[in-house]
């Protein structure tokens, strides 16, 4: 048996050329046979042409036409976030030079749990975070020598400057997050959080063993600072959202960063999602106060258009980094990292990890401030474009202006039975991706809006699609 070419090497390029015409053939046949947003048929009939695509898992014999095969049934199967019609979820579309930078890490496979097996990578990894930390932390340090995108001095890093971990995204970074206030203040600290904070804030409590969190009443999307003034004593982290999972609202951040310096209770900022304003001068300033933060968690997964997995949890003080120290002397030896070799193993809970921030550097070089600022911008339009029309039709009610790129939206006079059955109904014939939300005590249709080339006439032809599925 011949050995498979491999993807590296001196075989490599010519070896992967011709798999990269089949995958993108593959590609354009499936998005062809889809026809739209989603698959249409609902689950059982995406399932069974999954198992006809693939057929035995692990046969005898190989099949030389696999790659074809899986990679159109995948593509034919799958959701478009690049399709006008898919706006449910805080899920991007893309950038193709993050993508072909993906590519690249494919291929090298770096892994970044010691220095010799990604030296570069490594060096990348420490030069954009730290640029990434003192970009979201630049108002509270500004005139105190730091520099946005500024480079980190060789070797150690100095304790009190800001920093950050990649990780999977807001999960991970919300957990590391609880993780690192429990070994500031203890294992006593109690996370106070709204209800409409992100799930896997308190999950992290759970998995973390922290006492049962505190979950504040948020009846109109917002964490109200006056509700905090009667919390129980101890040690608290108090975590505020920038951009809620269901309606893109951003909390009062300098009013509860100025309740929490007054309580001595640390603070965490959840911008998965609007972290992404910072990009934009026209924007950033509804992230005022977000440098308060003791902890911010950032997905440049979303409003940043890099293929999934790009999260960052960005720290005001490296000190607090210190907590995730681990020695293994496979990986770390003490006699390495004395001699100078740097030591990754404190930059994640997880040992093998991709370079993820190959995508995001390319991408930050690529576009600039003012690349990736104008697609801020452009989403964030089309949002406001979309409410007018929504608020302009009759047949339809807003529930709010856009904060962010998310709007809120069901047919007049429905009940939340009807709008949850006019969901189901698009995604089952694959003609339309719309997300769902309860605010005002009502189920409300949610269209997340992360497309930069969605134009008018796709945000008319959406409501026209809606307004058609909807019984009358």
């Not at 972290?275 to 933060?293: D, I, N, V």
């Amino acid at each position: 048996m011949n050995t498979p070419p491999l993807a590296s090497g001196p075989e490599g390029p010519s070896s992967l050329r011709p798999l990269l015409d089949t995958v993108l053939a593959a590609l354009g046949e499936g998005e062809r046979a889809r026809g739209g947003p989603l698959p249409a048929g609902g689950p059982e009939t995406v399932s069974a042409r999954m198992r006809d695509a693939l057929g035995d898992v692990l046969p005898d014999e190989g099949e030389q036409d696999a790659l074809r095969l899986l990679v159109r049934a995948l593509a034919e199967g799958s959701a478009d976030p690049a399709d006008p019609f898919c706006a449910a979820h805080l899920h991007c579309p893309p950038l193709a030079v993050a993508a072909a930078a993906d590519l690249a890490v494919s291929v090298l496979n770096p892994s970044m749990d010691s220095w010799d097996q990604a030296p570069a990578a490594s060096e990348l990894e420490a030069l954009v975070t730290r640029a990434l930390a003192n970009e979201v932390y630049a108002e509270a340090f500004r005139g105190a020598g730091l520099y946005r995108y500024a480079a980190p001095p060789r070797g150690a890093r100095s304790p009190h400057r800001p920093d950050a971990l990649i990780t999977t995204g807001g999960t991970e970074s919300n957990q590391l997050a609880l993780l690192l206030a429990r070994e500031t203040l203890g294992p006593s600290v109690r996370l106070v959080c709204g209800e409409n904070a992100h799930h896997s804030l308190p999950r992290s409590a759970w998995l973390l063993g922290l006492p049962e969190p505190v979950i504040v009443p948020t009846p109109h999307g917002t964490l109200d600072p006056a509700t905090l003034e009667a919390l129980p004593p101890g040690p608290l982290l108090i975590a505020a959202t920038a951009g809620t999972t269901d309606a893109g609202l951003i909390d009062p951040l300098p009013e509860i960063a100025a309740l929490c310096a007054q309580r001595g209770a640390r603070l965490h900022i959840d911008a998965a999602y609007g972290g992404g304003l910072l990009f934009s001068p026209r924007h950033r300033t509804t992230l005022t106060g977000l440098s308060a933060a003791d902890t911010v968690t950032l997905d440049l997964h979303k409003l940043g258009w890099q293929p999934v997995a790009a999260g960052l949890l960005a720290v005001r003080d490296a000190q607090d980094l210190a907590a995730l120290t681990h020695r293994a002397d496979y990986l770390n030896a003490d006699d390495d990292t004395e001699a100078g070799l740097p030591d990754l193993l404190g930059r994640s809970l997880r040992t093998t990890r991709r370079p993820d921030i190959l995508k995001i550097a390319v991408t930050l070089k690529t576009l600039g401030r003012e690349g990736l600022g104008a697609l801020v911008d452009q989403v964030c339009s089309t949002a406001q474009e979309f409410a007018r029309l929504v608020d302009e039709h009759p047949g339809f009610e807003l529930h709010a202006p856009p904060t962010i790129s998310t709007v809120l939206f069901r047919p007049a006079g429905a009940t939340d039975d009807a709008v949850a059955a006019v969901r189901r109904s698009l995604l089952t014939d694959g003609r339309a991706v719309l997300g769902r939300a309860r605010a005002a005590n009502r189920l409300w249709l949610k269209a997340t809006l992360l497309n930069p080339t969605t134009r008018p006439a796709d945000l008319a032809g959406l409501l026209h699609l809606v307004e058609g599925t909807t019984p009358r």
